[in-house]
């Protein structure tokens, strides 16, 4: 059977896992299974921004990725950037098997702010649906209560749902019909 598989870099408290598999598993309709913590790939850290290249993360999820699994998400508590951003909740690959989201831009925290569990652990279902909503083949929604529409802050991030916008299930359903027509991909 096909799984979403989590995978944490480092450690990652089980409490902010949990909503995350309960969340995907509504919005994606797969099961989804933790996978053991993995070690941050060597090289990724980027001393002079003091941030962790995604890039380098992403192909360490590849690397490990199960044979059974239809996607893997890697969960971070590291700040990410990609080489033509300067930072970013996370990365995906378009229509690939692996994303991956930080959990540092997330938290009140970052931003001086006293700490707000229920909001961090909101935000970080709504990353984790974007991210693998990308690795579906979904692009940025032009609704900015969808997860899937872009963020470039925070506000962004509080105004999305952690779901899809109606057109946004449409186009994932629509690909995932294709897929098992196609491949024969099981899906429950």
């Not at 692009?139 to 529409?149: E, K, L, N, P, Y």
């Not at 359903?173 to 429950?188: A, D, V």
């Amino acid at each position: 059977m096909n799984s979403i598989y989590l995978i944490p870099f480092g450690t990652i408290d089980p409490d902010v896992i949990a909503p995350l598999e309960v969340c995907l598993w509504q919005v994606f309709g797969y099961d989804v299974k933790r996978l053991p913590a993995l070690a941050e790939p060597e090289g990724a850290f980027t001393p002079a921004t003091g941030q962790w290249n995604s890039t380098l993360l992403l192909k360490e999820l590849l690397r490990v990725k199960p044979t059974d699994a239809v996607r893997v998400l890697g969960i971070t508590e590291h700040d990410l950037f990609i080489p033509m951003l300067s930072f970013v909740f996370g990365h995906a690959q378009l229509n690939g098997p692996a994303a991956v989201i930080s959990l540092a831009r997330l938290r009140q925290e970052f931003y001086r702010l006293p700490v707000n569990p229920a909001l961090f652990h909101h935000r970080a279902m709504k990353e984790a649906v974007h991210e693998l909503g990308h690795t579906f083949g979904l692009i940025h929604c032009a609704d900015t209560r969808c997860s899937m529409s872009l963020s470039n802050g925070i506000r962004q991030v509080d105004q999305k749902e952690a779901e899809l916008c109606t057109d946004c299930s449409h186009l994932f359903e629509s690909s995932m019909e294709h897929n098992r027509r196609t491949n024969g991909m099981e899906r429950i």
